[in-house]
């Protein structure tokens, strides 16, 4: 496997909900974008049951997706997708749910795939919301085996084309056992912008800045930065 950060064209980050991926990762997404790679962001749901306020809940996937979009501009990523069918807060490891995943990785065909911790982490319980758990799998799953068998649910080669592709990296976040960190020291205005966006899930935090700035100099400390510094952190997997 290739050293981390080096190389990488096509990179494939899933998530189950908008502001996930902002929460969890958007400094590295931002470093990554800024290196050349093309990010392709996959949402499972539209997170229909976030909020804070009385926004009706069927004007609330909408407003989640245009947030989600937002966020993504703010760090460099414009091909967001959605699958549909996929309700917030009933996601589930399903042969559906992974024969969708297997679909996009062929289609985008990433040398690196993105995914929440199938793991829970008990220090963070926030992180190991039950979606992300089901997210996590299912893409596990996906990327290993599915994805590179021809004759795993071959309607997708022989009624669309898409040919088996190997997934070289898969990286994990709110893994309990991190191995490896992204310095995002100077992507945080980006992380910021892209959580920002998210107004109907952070409008009421006054303090977000201040709470992010402090996570993520944690979370440099674990990883022996310098003083100052802002850092992600995720599992590295060899998938290939």
Same mark, same amino acid.
């Given at each position: 496997m290739p050293p981390p950060d080096v190389d990488v064209e096509r990179i494939l980050v899933v998530a189950a909900h908008p502001d996930d991926i902002d929460f969890g990762m958007a400094g590295s997404v931002a470093t990554w974008t800024a290196a050349g790679?093309?990010?392709?962001? &996959? &949402?499972?749901?539209?997170?229909d049951q976030g909020g804070f306020d009385d926004t009706p809940r069927h004007e609330v996937p909408a407003i989640r997706e245009r947030e989600q979009r937002a966020a993504a501009e703010a760090v460099g990523v414009h091909d967001v997708r959605f699958l549909d069918g996929y309700a917030d807060g009933a996601l589930a490891v399903t042969d559906d749910l992974v024969r969708d995943l297997?679909?996009?990785?062929?289609?985008?065909?990433?040398?690196?795939?993105?995914?929440?911790?199938?793991?829970?982490?008990?220090?963070?319980?926030?992180?190991?919301?039950?979606?992300?758990?089901?997210?996590?799998?299912?893409?596990?799953?996906?990327?290993?085996?599915?994805?590179?068998?021809?004759?795993?649910?071959? /309607?997708? &080669?022989?009624? /669309?084309? &898409?040919?088996?592709?190997?997934?070289?990296?898969?990286?994990?976040?709110?893994?309990?056992?991190?191995d490896h960190w992204v310095d995002v020291t100077d992507a945080l205005d980006a992380k910021l912008a892209a959580l920002a966006a998210h107004n109907s899930q952070t409008g009421h935090l006054e303090e977000l800045g201040t709470m992010i700035r402090g996570a993520l100099a944690g979370i440099a400390q674990q990883a022996d930065l310098s003083e100052g510094r802002l850092a992600e952190a995720f599992k590295v997997v060899d998938s290939s």
């Open positions: 790679s093309h990010v392709t962001y &996959l &949402l499972c749901t539209y997170g297997v679909r996009v990785v062929r289609r985008v065909r990433p040398q690196r795939v993105v995914a929440p911790s199938p793991e829970r982490t008990w220090d963070l319980l926030a992180a190991s919301h039950p979606d992300h758990l089901a997210a996590g799998e299912a893409t596990v799953r996906a990327v290993y085996p599915f994805a590179r068998n021809p004759f795993a649910f071959p /309607e997708l &080669l022989a009624d /669309e084309g &898409l040919e088996p592709w190997t997934t070289p990296e898969l990286w994990l976040v709110a893994h309990p056992a991190p």
